[in-house]
C-alpha cells in the first residue's frame, strides 16, 4: 500500500528555470513532510521539511508547499542548477508512528545547460 | 565520526546464507534508522531504534530479518536463510533527536545481492 506517491518518474529543465516536484499523499494521519536528494551510490541527503501546520517552507532555493487538503506537496527548485541533478524523494510521518517514515519513489532531476 | 557509516559496501551472498551488515551512526544520534531499497524505489521502513529500544519493527519484512542495538550506538542488521527477494540497497540513517523525528542523516548503503 503506497501511501507517498511521486508520479513523475523523471523531470527535464533547463538550468535557470524552475524546477517544480510533486508529491501525493493519502494518509490523513501525516503530520511531517520532508524532501531528500540522491546522488548515484550515495545515500539520500536532506534538503528541506515541512510541518502539517504550515503550508510553506523556504531554504534558500528550495521552496516546499503543502495543500492539506489536496493531500499534496511540491518542491520548487529556483533557479535549477547542473548540481541539481539527482533523485528526489519525498517522505512522510504520520503523528502516531514516530520514526517510521514512507518514501515516495522518487523523481530523477536532469538540469541541461 | 563525519558521518553515517555502513559495511560492508557491497555483499555477494548465496541463497540461504545468513548476513549482517553494519551501521555506524553520526555519534551521539539518539536514533537510528533501517530502510531496504529495491531498484527504482524509494526507501523502505525496515525497523526504528531510540538508543538501544528498538520501538518499531512493523516493516521488517519477515522473521528471517533481525535488528540489533545493544550499546546504543552501532547497529546490526541480520537477515537469515537469504533469499533473492531480500536482494536490495540497505540504508541506515541516523537522527540527533529522540521523540519526534526530523533530519535524518544516511549512510551510503549496503548492496547485497542474493545469487
Known amino acids: 500500500d503506497q501511501q507517498v506517491k511521486q508520479n513523475s518518474p523523471s523531470l527535464s529543465v533547463q538550468e535557470g528555470r524552475i524546477s517544480i516536484l510533486n508529491c501525493d499523499y493519502t494518509n490523513s494521519m501525516f503530520d511531517y513532510f520532508l524532501w531528500y536528494k540522491k546522488y548515484p551510490a550515495e545515500g539520500p541527503t536532506f534538503l528541506i521539511s515541512?510541518?502539517?501546520?504550515?503550508d510553506k517552507n523556504e531554504d534558500g532555493r528550495f521552496t516546499v508547499f503543502l495543500n492539506k487538503s489536496a493531500k499534496h506537496l511540491s518542491l520548487h527548485i529556483v533557479p535549477s542548477q547542473p548540481g541539481d541533478s539527482a533523485v528526489y524523494f519525498c517522505a512522510a510521518r504520520a503523528d502516531d508512528s514516530w520514526g517510521k517514515f514512507q518514501f515516495g519513489a522518487g523523481t530523477q532531476v536532469v538540469v541541461t545547460p | 565520526g563525519a558521518g553515517v557509516s555502513q559495511s560492508p559496501r557491497y555483499k555477494v551472498a548465496k541463497r540461504g546464507q545468513d548476513v549482517a551488515l553494519r551501521c555506524d551512526p553520526i555519534s551521539g544520534h539518539v536514533s537510528l534508522f533501517w530502510y531496504q531499497q529495491a531498484l527504482g524505489q524509494g526507501p523502505e521502513f525496515l525497523t526504528y531504534f531510540q538508543n538501544e529500544a528498538q520501538l518499531d519493527k512493523s516493516g521488517l519484512p519477515s522473521d528471517r530479518f533481525f535488528a540489533e542495538r545493544p550499546e546504543g550506538s552501532v547497529s546490526t542488521l541480520k537477515i537469515q536463510r537469504t533469499q533473492q527477494e531480500d536482494s536490495a540497497v540497505y540504508l541506515c540513517?541516523?537522527?540527533?533527536?529522540?521523540?519526534?523525528?526530523?533530519?535524518?542523516?544516511f549512510g551510503p548503503g549496503t548492496r547485497l545481492t542474493v545469487t
Open positions: 540513517a541516523s537522527s540527533g533527536h529522540g521523540g519526534a523525528i526530523y533530519e535524518q542523516y
Open positions: 515541512i510541518s502539517s501546520i504550515k
